[in-house]
């Protein structure tokens, strides 16, 4: 092609750039621009990247994963991208939660009803205080990789790999090591996990009149026992006026939508299982769709403008999150938005924010109005837990204190109302078991209690109650 002198080139490329550009956008040869790939974000700078020792049994690897069919459908994707853009919209709630890092053998019966158990019940009590109907996604079935901050530890005087998530090493000592292996062992293990979730489900086990046996004897102050205790009454009394009048025949409450949920860390794992993919089984139109698991949310440690997981993100059509610490610029959310949600689709970005409960009265308001100066229309979710991790004086067990949880969880409130948005999600790490990794909560948690049942491999969990607690929280303010 004839080719012009490098100035004449430059002179067009100037007058192109004031004619079409907006300020921020760079220009670049027309056509090579917005060209995404599945594994486009490779070209990329990358945060917390996995080195493996052995390029072929990776290559080996991501060739199985990429055989092997979707775990989530489109049709799935679709529904779940419709209703967040119902809470968008203030006509629907978020509530996502689950464990920091998943492990392999969290994969019984046990473990994964514990975990649907807690979110159900929590979702009635939002149900009750909020009147809306809750969207229920779990960090389950391939909630494996985690972000590290430091990647080794001291462990008895000696110098290991930090575990990585099941997904990359294992906890133990002796597997530290990267293993490819475990990105297949991952799928498999999110499979099973997803279909004992449908099944169960599908079964009647979110029959909601049969899930609720609600205790209290845990809570130690008679006044928020009696509290609990009359809106679990007025709940029931809910369904059984449900039942008396039929409304219970529909669907609607014996089965409920449960979606499931993950960092995207893995961009290699998650590649795998990105195809061009039918919207739905009875359309011609395609778009690409990481069939990993229905919702993908970006880190805060790994949420850079430039970098490879914001690249891999733009181009997939799941609805996704952007965790947003205190960090993260106003400037920098729009620039982030405008590269993820270029067609400014109402609820495609549910923004997760987790400042930690002393910073996020110096950085919500002004992200509310400049997320609202954008045009993009957002899912406003707040993650209390992950600003509010500390080290116990007396276990140096890393932990959070519930009264920082439920104080970011309070503010956030506040502020959207004050600044005329609104919260539609909570994002929690929590486990359906009696851990005791938080301090506080209506069953009177202390720092010396921690020693007794601290189960978690990464960041500490909030136990069954204290996470009934945070939804308690939560619809109370909506009621009143
Ligand atoms: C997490 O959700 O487990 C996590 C690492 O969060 P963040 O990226 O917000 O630190
Ligand atoms: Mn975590």
């Given amino acids: 092609p004839p080719r012009l002198a490098p100035s004449e080139g430059a002179k067009l490329a100037a007058k192109l750039r004031t004619l079409s550009m907006s300020p921020t956008e760079s220009f670049r040869p027309s056509g090579l621009k917005d060209e995404w790939t599945p594994t486009s974000w490779q070209a990329k700078p990358i945060q917390q990247d996995v080195v493996y020792d052995d390029a072929e049994a990776v290559e080996k690897a991501l060739e199985k994963l990429e055989s092997l069919p979707p775990l989530v459908t489109p049709h799935e994707i679709n529904k779940l991208r419709e209703k967040l853009k119902d809470a968008a919209e203030g006509n629907a709630f978020v509530l996502q939660g689950g464990d920091c890092a998943e492990l392999f053998n969290y994969c019984t019966q046990e473990a994964i009803e514990g975990r649907l158990r807690i979110l159900l019940q929590m979702s009635m009590v939002l149900v009750w205080g ?277 104080s970011e969880l309070q503010q956030a409130l506040e502020i959207h109302s004050q600044n005329n948005s609104r919260v539609s999600g909570v994002h929690l790490e929590l486990t359906g078991d009696a851990v005791t990794e938080c301090i506080g909560g209506s069953e009177g948690l202390e720092d010396e209690d921690l020693v007794i049942r601290y189960l978690t491999v990464c960041d500490p969990r909030l136990s069954s109650n204290q996470s009934l607690d945070a939804a308690f929280l939560i619809a109370d303010w909506f009621k009143k």
Wanted: net charge neutral; glycine share 6%.
């Fill in 130 to 406: 909020l009147k809306l109907p809750i969207i229920r996604i779990g960090r389950i079935a391939g909630q494996f990789a985690k972000p590290r901050s430091k990647l080794t530890e001291m462990i008895q005087g000696q110098e290991y790999p930090s575990f990585r998530g099941d997904n990359i090493n294992g906890y133990e000592l002796e597997d530290r090591t990267p293993d490819p292996a475990r990105l297949v062992s991952a799928y498999f293990h999110s499979a099973a996990t997803l279909n004992y979730i449908r099944g169960a489900i599908a079964s009647g086990f979110a029959d909601l009149r049969r899930s609720f046996d609600w205790d209290f004897s845990h809570v130690q102050s008679f006044a928020t026992r009696t509290r609990y205790e009359e809106v679990a009454d007025s709940i029931s009394e809910m369904l059984q006026f449900m039942h008396t009048v039929g409304a219970d025949h529909s669907q609607q409450l014996n089965t409920v939508d449960f979606f499931t949920s993950h960092e995207g860390l893995h961009l290699e794992y998650e590649q795998s299982l990105t195809r061009k993919l039918k919207d739905g089984y009875s359309t011609d139109s395609t778009s690409f769709y990481d069939t990993s698991t229905h919702f993908l949310w970006i880190g805060d440690r790994t949420r850079q403008i430039d970098g490879a997981h914001v690249e891999f993100f733009r181009g997939i059509r799941n609805p996704i999150g952007v965790k947003v610490g205190p960090s993260m610029k106003d400037s920098e959310l729009v620039d982030l938005l405008n590269i993820v949600d270029p067609n400014f689709e109402t609820g495609r970005v549910t923004l997760i924010t987790r400042y930690g409960c002393t910073k996020i009265k110096d950085h919500l308001s002004s992200q509310i109005e400049a997320v609202r100066n954008s045009g993009h229309k957002v899912v406003w979710m707040v993650d209390p837990c992950h600003g509010n991790t500390k080290v116990s004086p007396k276990t140096e067990l890393k932990t959070r204190y519930l009264a920082d949880i439920l």
